[in-house]
Structures are given as C-alpha cells and as structure tokens.
C-alpha cells in the first residue's frame, strides 16, 4: 500500500450537480497531483498542488477546482457536472526535490454523473 | 508536448514465461523520465520501475525490468516469470525535466492476462 488514500470510494451525481472528493497524501509528501481516467483510457492530468498553491494544469475547463490545506491533503471539486466527467479520479502523491519523486497513487473515486 | 504510445491493447501470456509490453515516447526535451504503472481492476495504480533520460543502465526492480533504447525513444517493460497476480493494465508515462512530480502523460495502456 502506498499510503494514500482517498474518498469516497464510489460517488452518484447527477447532471448539474457540485462535487468534492478526497485526496490524503502519503506522509511526507508535499505534492499532490490529480488525474482523470475515462473507460478505457489512460489517466489524464487535472492539475497538482505544491505547499498549497496550483503548481501545474491540465487541459481542463474552471469548473474543475482544487485546494491543498496544510497537512498536504487536498480536495478536487467539480462544479456543473457533466455526463462526461463520469471517470475514476485519481490522487497522486510525491516529495518534491526528492530523488525521482515518484508518483504514488491512490485508490481512486469512481464517479458517475446520471 | 509528449506522446504515450502503447501498441499492444491486450496480450495472453502463459504461467511462468517472460513479456514484454511496449512502450514508445514522443519528445523533445533531453530531461525527462519514464514509469510503468500497474492498474489491478480495483482501480490503484501501482508504480513498478522509472527510468531516467540520463541513466546508462537499464531500470530493473525484482521480476521487472526495462529495455531503455533512448535512441529508438522506446521503453519496453519486461516481467520475468510472469505470475497469476501479474494480470492488469499496464501503463507507460512519462514526464519531462528533472522532477518525476511533474505531470505524467500516459499512454492507452496494455490488459496482460496471465493463462495458467
């Protein structure tokens, strides 16, 4: 395991509807990343937060927001969801300036948007 | 902006034989690294080797290894005595410059399924 955790587990909205999952980096990380993975896709890069600040955005739209508090842990909110943002979310934590500061991810939140 | 590709969408493997899923990169930075991720159908991904740009020799991490040929832009994963519990998507990323917290690109992934 990798120390990262996430919830919840599973989510149901519906078209319209506002979001926030949940994101527990392991101890010791300082950043944490978020991801979008579609069926059948590869994970999609949403944005990552560094010491509580936006450090880095992907390729979407506003509705899509964050927060890092200081405990390093941090929250995805999505506003006016969509059919399409239907996906597993993933959290990825990491130490920046550490060696290959890899990536650990967590579990993931599967949500569905009806 | 860098590119993922994996060619392979699904492979079938017998018990205890060696694989190779492949993996080719686009880019063009000199600074970048290279991981593989496991994806169990629980949905974790699960990080298994890295590479860096600028590393000689090839990854290796117990039963995994990787065939780095920096000048075809290709990383190959090779598990050896492949298992059961090796059935997963794989996946290959990448991220450019010196920090592996950057954002990663994927590729589509690879489904192994181990036969017994």
């Known amino acids: 395991e990798t120390g990262v955790t996430q919830s919840p587990t599973h989510l149901i909205k519906t078209r319209g509807q506002q979001v926030t999952l949940r994101c527990s980096s392991q101890s010791g990380h300082n950043t944490v990343s978020w991801y979008q993975q579609a069926l059948g896709q590869g994970p999609q890069f949403i944005f990552q937060y560094y010491r509580e600040e936006e450090n880095g955005r992907g390729n979407f739209p506003p509705r899509f927001s964050g927060l890092q508090f200081p405990n390093y842990s941090s929250e995805l909110n999505v506003n006016a969801l969509e059919l399409d943002d239907s996906a597993l979310y993933l959290c990825a934590s990491s130490l920046l300036g550490e060696g290959t500061d890899t990536q650990y991810f967590g579990p993931g939140t599967r949500l569905t948007v009806l | 902006a860098q590119k993922i590709t994996q060619t392979q969408p699904g492979m079938f493997v017998q018990e205890k034989e060696a694989v190779t899923l492949d993996c080719t990169y686009d880019?063009?930075?000199?600074?970048?690294?290279l991981f593989w991720y496991k994806q169990p159908s629980s949905g974790e991904m699960i990080f298994l080797i890295y590479q860096g740009s600028y590393d000689e020799q090839n990854a290796t991490e117990g039963r995994y290894s990787l065939n780095f040929q920096k000048a075809r832009k290709s990383a190959n994963l090779v598990i050896s005595a492949s298992q059961l519990g090796d059935s997963a998507m794989y996946f290959c990323?990448?991220?450019?410059?010196?920090?592996?917290?950057?954002?990663?690109?994927f590729g589509t992934g690879t489904r192994l399924t181990i036969i017994p």
């Open positions: 880019t063009s930075d000199q600074s970048y690294g």
């Open positions: 990323a990448m991220f450019k410059g010196n920090f592996g917290n950057e954002k990663l690109t």
